[in-house]
Structure formats: structure tokens, C-alpha cells
């Protein structure tokens, strides 16, 4: 994937606090101290020394979100640039293509233009859909043939399995997709795949045939484990 599809764009909202706490005051010069004001004190008070500070604290559902994306992003390969609009300015804010129309913040823009709006709708499924990624191990599908009998005992010695991952009742002319999965390992990784269904699921005596694909290349929309 093209490096340039890699980025997305968080935008956030913040508050600026309001506090009422008491704060040190700002420690005072030595020629204060000097003239008799006792240390610690300053002319103008703690108001005055921190006239200029803005604090700001994003909400616990937006910091959620923030920390959901920044996880998912590192583990399928995507960087996050997030931008604050209250810090950034109201006029960059409502120049900003990308938040046209935007009434709940958090949103999260994918290069494509997809958009998750909202801390609802920011979920591991969700957030897949937006990061398409590729398979680190393998996927393989094999359809399987079966002779009439206990289903209910064939799907127990499959669901056994550890790389038995889905399977899917069929009519036609096969019963059965089973879906494999399996790590990724050295060359040959077909050749194992294959083994693995002529040694472990045609060994299942109620299993007639086979036929196995293993894809060239993968990638996923799903949460990945």
C-alpha cells in the first residue's frame, strides 16, 4: 500500500478548564523579598501570574477514542496526525474541508475520505473497515465433500482443530468451506497447508474429497488478534 494511504487524520475537541482550585503563586523576585515581602508572595497575586495559561482536557470519551485508533493504527501500520480544533483556531476549524458538516467530535478521516464521526461509532470493527491491512499469516479455504451421517459429529472433530477458524454448510456439489488459518512461516507454506488437510481433515473418515485454495496475497478488514 502506497505510503500516502497511510495516514489519517483524527480531529478532536477540547474544553478549556476552568478551575477554582488554588495555584502557587509565582515565586517571587529576590528584590521583593528584599523590600519585606515574604518569599513566596508577588504583587499581583496568582491571578496576575497566570494570566496567560490556557489548560485544556479532552473528555474521557474522546480520549478513548484517541487511544483505540493510536493502538489500532500501530498494529496494522498506519499513522495518526490528530488535531485539536479548539487549539487550532476557529477559522482554520471552518476552513478545513474535511470537517464540513461535522456535528460531534471526535471524527476520524481516512485518505479515501471515509469518516468515523462521533465516540459511538469509534469500535475495532469500525476502525478495521477504515485500516485495511495485510495478512500476516495465511488464510486458506478448502471445500470439503461428506458422507451422509452425524453432521454434529463431523463439526465437533473439525471445530478440534486448532486451525479450523470458520465453517460454512453448503448445498451443491460440496457440503462444506472450512476456512484455515495458519502462522506465517518459512517457504513451503503451501505445501503445509496441503498437508495439514490430506493428513488432519481427510483422515476424518466421513470426509470424501477436498479441494484446497491458498491465496497468493491477503488483505483484511477484520480486528486482528
Known sequence: MADENRELALYVQSKKAVTTFYRAPAMTPPAAVGAGMPPGSVGGGATEASAGDSVYFLSDEQARCVALVEEMAAKRGYR???????????????ITEHLRGVQTFPVLISPSGGRI??????????????????????RAFSYLKVRGGDFDRIRRLLEGLPEVKEMHFLTGDWDLLVVLDFEAGPAGTKRRVLDFVTDRIRGIPEILDTSTVVPEYSVTKFPLP
Open 80 to 94: 495518526v496526525k490528530t488535531v485539536d480544533v479548539e487549539k487550532a483556531g476557529r477559522i482554520e476549524q471552518f
Open 117 to 138: 464521526e462521533g465516540a459511538a461509532s469509534f469500535t475495532e470493527d469500525a476502525l478495521a473497515e477504515m485500516m485495511p491491512t495485510e495478512l500476516k499469516g495465511v
